[in-house]
C-alpha cells in the first residue's frame, strides 16, 4: 500500500506541477518494470545462469555467468585449459586465474567490487526507482534506433558518471546503453540485439560493446536457466 500511494503521489505531483516529461518519464518505466517482472516480487527473478561465446578481437572465450538476488554474482572466462573466475557474495570481492599447472587468487579492491555489484544489482536504476533516491533519473529526449522508436533515459550516478538507457517505446527493451565519464565524453556503448523471452523474461542473446567506432567484444548467449538452484558457496573466496 505505501509503495502505491508512493507512485501516486509521485505522478500527482508531477501533472501539478506541470511537468509532462515527468509523466512520460514515470509511464516509459512503469511499462519497463511490467516487462521485466515488476522487479523482486515473489514471481519475479531470484537468480539466473547464462552461457555462451565472447569474442574480444581475434581471440573467443567460453563463459558462464550466476547471478543471486540481491548482490552475487561469479563470472567464469575460459580457454582451454585457462580459465579466470570474478565472485562477489555481496560483501568480499575475488579474481581466481588458473592455468595448466598452477593457480592464483586475489582479492579485489573498492573500485573492481563496485563493478561487480552494479553488474550483481538485479534490479538496476530503472527498476523502482522512485523507492531510492541514490540515483538521479531523467527522460532526456526522443530518438531512434534501427528505425526503432525509443526513449533516451539518463541516470546521474553518485559516482559522478552517467548513463543513457535507449528502451523500446513499443517493446520496451534495452536497446542500447552509453556510459559517460565525468567529462561528458562517451566511454562505452553497448547494443543489445535478438531479445527472446525466458520464462516471459526478456534477455538480449547478443551483446556488442564500443568504445568509439571500434568493437572491443561481442557476446553471444548460448543458453539461459530463470531461477536454477544457485547454492552461496559458489559466490564464496575459494580457499588458497
Given at each position: 500500500m505505501f509503495k502505491l500511494l508512493l507512485l501516486l503521489f509521485t505522478l500527482s505531483s508531477a501533472l501539478t506541477l506541470g511537468q509532462p516529461e515527468r509523466?512520460?518519464?514515470?509511464?516509459?518505466?512503469?511499462?519497463?518494470?511490467?516487462?521485466?517482472?515488476?522487479?523482486?516480487?515473489?514471481?519475479?527473478?531470484?537468480?539466473?545462469?547464462?552461457e555462451g561465446q565472447i569474442t574480444q578481437g581475434t581471440d573467443q572465450y567460453d563463459f558462464i555467468l550466476r547471478k543471486r538476488s540481491p548482490y552475487s554474482i561469479?563470472?567464469?572466462?575460459?580457454?582451454?585449459?585457462?580459465?579466470?573466475?570474478?565472485?562477489?557474495?555481496?560483501?568480499?570481492?575475488?579474481?581466481?586465474?588458473t592455468g595448466e599447472e598452477d593457480s592464483?587468487?586475489?582479492?579485489?579492491?573498492?573500485?573492481?567490487?563496485?563493478?561487480?555489484?552494479?553488474?550483481?544489482?538485479?534490479?538496476?536504476?530503472?527498476?523502482?526507482?522512485?523507492?531510492?533516491?541514490?540515483?538521479?533519473?531523467?527522460?532526456?529526449?526522443?530518438?531512434?534506433?534501427?528505425?526503432e522508436p525509443v526513449r533516451v533515459i539518463e541516470i546521474d550516478k553518485i559516482n559522478q558518471q552517467i548513463v543513457h538507457y535507449y528502451i523500446s517505446q513499443q517493446r520496451h527493451f534495452i536497446?542500447?546503453?552509453?556510459?559517460f565519464n565525468s567529462n561528458g565524453e562517451c566511454i562505452l556503448t553497448t547494443y543489445y540485439r535478438d531479445y527472446r523471452l525466458i520464462n516471459n523474461l526478456p534477455f538480449a542473446f547478443e551483446v556488442e560493446n564500443y568504445v568509439g567506432k571500434d568493437k572491443i567484444s561481442?557476446?553471444?548467449?548460448?543458453?539461459?536457466?530463470?531461477?536454477?538452484?544457485?547454492?552461496?558457496?559458489?559466490?564464496?573466496k575459494p580457499n588458497d
Amino acid at each position: 500500500m505505501f509503495k502505491l500511494l508512493l507512485l501516486l503521489f509521485t505522478l500527482s505531483s508531477a501533472l501539478t506541477l506541470g511537468q509532462p516529461e515527468r509523466y512520460e518519464l514515470w509511464v516509459a518505466l512503469e511499462h519497463f518494470s511490467q516487462t521485466y517482472g515488476g522487479g523482486l516480487d515473489e514471481a519475479g527473478l531470484k537468480s539466473v545462469l547464462v552461457e555462451g561465446q565472447i569474442t574480444q578481437g581475434t581471440d573467443q572465450y567460453d563463459f558462464i555467468l550466476r547471478k543471486r538476488s540481491p548482490y552475487s554474482i561469479r563470472y567464469t572466462q575460459s580457454k582451454g585449459d585457462r580459465s579466470i573466475t570474478f565472485g562477489y557474495n555481496g560483501a568480499i570481492g575475488w579474481q581466481l586465474t588458473t592455468g595448466e599447472e598452477d593457480s592464483q587468487i586475489r582479492i579485489l579492491d573498492k573500485s573492481e567490487i563496485a563493478i561487480l555489484r552494479e553488474e550483481a544489482d538485479f534490479e538496476g536504476p530503472l527498476l523502482r526507482n522512485f523507492e531510492s533516491y541514490s540515483n538521479r533519473i531523467r527522460l532526456v529526449r526522443s530518438d531512434r534506433i534501427n528505425n526503432e522508436p525509443v526513449r533516451v533515459i539518463e541516470i546521474d550516478k553518485i559516482n559522478q558518471q552517467i548513463v543513457h538507457y535507449y528502451i523500446s517505446q513499443q517493446r520496451h527493451f534495452i536497446l542500447m546503453r552509453e556510459q559517460f565519464n565525468s567529462n561528458g565524453e562517451c566511454i562505452l556503448t553497448t547494443y543489445y540485439r535478438d531479445y527472446r523471452l525466458i520464462n516471459n523474461l526478456p534477455f538480449a542473446f547478443e551483446v556488442e560493446n564500443y568504445v568509439g567506432k571500434d568493437k572491443i567484444s561481442s557476446a553471444k548467449i548460448s543458453r539461459v536457466v530463470v531461477n536454477p538452484g544457485i547454492l552461496s558457496f559458489y559466490f564464496e573466496k575459494p580457499n588458497d
